[in-house]
T-cell receptor
């Protein structure tokens, strides 16, 4: 079974530039998550999709971050404009249902973003 | 809202020795508890999870964890550590309904020869 795919793996940009990350979840998984993991911290949920609808985006900085999951499959997370504090690893995860709290979340390898 | 504390930032264990990583949670009801491992450059992999029932949970790679409600703890254990266990370990707490996981800050395990 193929895992969660993410690209790119690494990205270096200057502040005020824009960047986009792509995620393809495990086939058939209804729920998709984007996490931000700052160095020395645990992952923090940015946004959660159930199929193509947003379930939770309470911690997404909406003035600069946006995410979409068209057709309920793959997803894109965008940052525009980037700030120095956005330097982090961006993790994508998926789970089969995500509605009961018991689902296992499967994580991709992440995209390491460095903002200079 | 739920929260997780992992009091140990780094732990060094000799290969072959036993391991215990601490995790304390805060949640008003019975939580869903998880331990994940993250190797360098890789995503997180689930080691084990607890929802209800038997408070001693077995996971992959020889790991186990014990849920202690009275102490609000879910400590991870392994009887004999291997060099390949060197990684960062995250405890997470979830809630019923839509699964918002809250992660601790992680414990980095170093294994000495």
């Amino acid at each position: 079974e193929a895992g969660v795919a993410q690209s790119p793996r690494y990205k270096i940009i200057e502040k005020r530039q824009s960047v986009a990350f792509w995620c393809n979840p495990i086939s058939g998984h209804a729920t998709l998550y984007w996490y931000q993991q700052i160095l020395g911290q645990g992952p923090k949920l940015l946004i959660q999709f159930q199929n193509n609808g947003v379930v939770d985006d309470s911690q997404l900085p909406k003035d600069r971050f946006s995410a979409e999951r068209l057709k309920g499959v793959d997803s894109t997370l965008k940052i525009q404009p980037a700030k120095l504090e956005d330097s982090a690893v961006y993790l994508c995860a998926s789970s089969l249902e995500g509605t009961s709290g018991r689902d296992t979340q499967y994580f991709g390898p992440g995209t390491r973003l460095t903002v200079l | 809202a739920q929260s997780v504390t992992q009091p140990d930032i780094h732990i060094t264990v000799s290969e072959g020795a036993s391991l215990e990583l601490r995790c304390n949670y805060s949640y008003g009801a019975t939580p869903y508890l998880f331990w994940y491992v993250q190797s360098p450059g890789q995503g997180l992999q689930l080691l084990l999870k607890y929802f209800s029932g038997d408070t001693l949970v077995q996971g992959i790679k020889g790991f186990e964890a014990e849920f202690k409600r009275s102490q609000s703890s879910f400590n991870l254990r392994k009887p004999s550590v291997h060099w390949s266990d060197a990684a960062e370990y995250f405890c997470a707490v979830g809630a019923r309904g839509f699964q918002k996981l809250v992660f601790g800050t992680g414990t980095r395990l170093l294994v000495s020869p």
